[in-house]
């Protein structure tokens, strides 16, 4: 089965520092994994996606994740952290035979300035 | 253009009821999911339709049934609601399924639906 842990219910950094979100995954085979934003009272965004191609990938607004199938981990990360990046984060893996995706619990971001 | 829009944004229905919540696909995109958001989780997938047909189905109860219409628009219903099913509703759309796997949905702001 296909399901994905993100390690941290809420993290807190303070502007200009970095961001680490962490999530492991587990599957049977290789996985396609997305992390996807939610800003208060919007709709999930697309941050980014790995599809078995580089293992680093680079997002939108200066995010990537590393996918390390030695750990099973897809962490995302953001060298400064902007005020705007406080909002709450999800690691996503896709279903296998199946037309859906798995959310992990969420990481509440906070950004103190 | 448009991106997903549904409606209504809130909703709030008494136990036992029926519920209609509606979703309108970015235009071209041809095929709509449903995902249940309860407070403090991450989405939980319900339904995906392409073409007018249902193409999977989460592991919800026959109380939940969706259609997809001619034009892409689709409509999740919910039957004798329960407290559990407050959540926020959102709907995905992608120009064919496979393309929302691949390469990300675009969601809408959903329906936030209170059951009291």
């Known amino acids: 089965a296909q399901s994905v842990t993100q390690l941290d219910s809420h993290v807190s950094v303070s502007e200009g520092t970095p961001v680490l979100l962490r999530c492991n995954y587990s599957?049977?085979?290789?996985?396609?994994l997305f992390w996807y934003v939610q800003h208060p009272n919007k709709g999930l965004q697309l941050l980014l996606k790995?599809?078995?191609?580089?293992?680093l990938v680079k997002g939108i607004n200066g995010f990537e994740a590393e996918f390390k199938k030695s750990e099973t981990s897809f962490h995302l990360t953001k060298p400064s952290a902007h005020m705007s990046d406080a909002a709450e984060y999800f690691c996503?893996?896709?279903?296998?035979?199946?037309?859906?995706?798995?959310f992990g619990t969420g990481t509440r971001l906070t950004v103190i300035p | 253009d448009a991106g997903v829009t549904q409606s209504p944004t809130h909703l709030i229905k008494t136990r036992g009821q029926h519920v209609t919540l509606r979703c309108s696909p970015i235009s071209g995109h041809k095929s709509v999911s449903w995902y249940q958001q309860v407070l403090g989780q991450g989405p939980q997938f319900i339904f995906q339709?392409?073409?007018?047909?249902?193409?999977g189905r989460g592991n919800f109860p026959d109380r939940f049934s969706a259609r997809q219409f001619p034009n892409y628009s689709s409509e999740l219903n919910v039957n004798a609601l329960l407290l559990g099913d407050s959540a926020l509703y959102l709907c995905?759309?992608?120009?064919?399924?496979?393309?929302?796997?691949?390469?990300?949905?675009?969601f809408g702001s959903g329906t936030r639906l209170t059951v009291v």
């Open positions: 790995y599809t078995s191609a580089a293992t």
């Open positions: 599957s049977s085979y290789s996985p396609s």
């Open positions: 996503v893996v896709r279903g296998l035979g199946a037309n859906n995706l798995f």
């Open positions: 995905a759309s992608s120009p064919r399924p496979g393309d929302g796997l691949n390469y990300g949905y675009t």
């Open positions: 339709y392409y073409e007018k047909e249902e193409r």
